[in-house]
């Protein structure tokens, strides 16, 4: 199925939310390549550009065909890619999503992913939203990354348990907590 909608690009006060091009290969990289940032990733830190490259077009033909939508975190006075956010997959029966982000480490503790997840949790629950009704919306986070955590909280997200060794990757089974989202549970705007 082909995307029938053009990008939906989003701004907060002091975010703008759009698709990611070839040109944010760089900083893309920079982000990925960082351990910090992918401690709690199910991914390994990015050894070359080309991975990074392959992450943007995977992002964008997942939108084309409607089946996810990841879009570039920037910073409104300067353009500057800080991350990105959006929904992995979308359950269109079960009207559910799951959501993910990562933010460049510079960028840490300034409010900013609560602010962009606002906004885009939003935008899913909305009319405007190219994947159909919504009702929940769903995050998993390793244990122990309590930043992630917080932020899920703040935005609403309850705790819904522990699903034992539900991952596996750099080599080990990973325990993730599982939060949910309903609609009516969404209080939009969150005020940082």
């Not at 033909?61 to 975190?73: M, P, S, T, V």
């Not at 960028?107 to 992913?113: L, P």
């Not at 602010?115 to 190219?130: D, G, M, Q, R, V």
Request: hydrophobic residues 40%.
């Amino acid at each position: 199925m082909e995307a029938k909608l053009p990008f939906p690009n989003l701004d907060t006060s002091r975010l703008t939310l759009n698709m990611l091009t070839n040109d944010d290969n760089d900083t893309l990289f920079l982000i990925f390549s960082d351990q910090e940032v992918v401690k709690f990733y199910n991914i390994e830190a990015f050894k070359s550009k080309q991975q990074s490259l392959d992450l943007i077009n995977f992002f964008n033909q997942r939108f084309d065909k409607l089946e996810g939508i990841r879009w570039a975190i920037r910073l409104k006075e300067t353009d500057e890619l800080i991350g990105t956010c959006g929904f992995n997959s979308f359950n269109s029966k079960m009207r559910n999503t799951v959501i993910g982000y990562e933010f460049a480490s510079a960028h840490w503790d300034k409010g900013y992913a609560t602010e962009a997840l606002n906004a885009i949790i939003a935008f899913a629950y909305s009319a405007h939203s190219p994947f159909g009704e919504l009702y929940r919306i769903q995050a998993d986070t390793m244990l122990g990354n309590v930043a992630s955590e917080t932020v899920l909280k703040k935005l609403g997200f309850r705790e819904e348990g522990i699903r034992r060794a539900s991952g596996f990757w750099k080599n080990d089974y990973h325990d993730l907590k599982c939060f949910g989202l309903l609609k009516p549970e969404f209080k939009h705007p969150i005020i940082s």
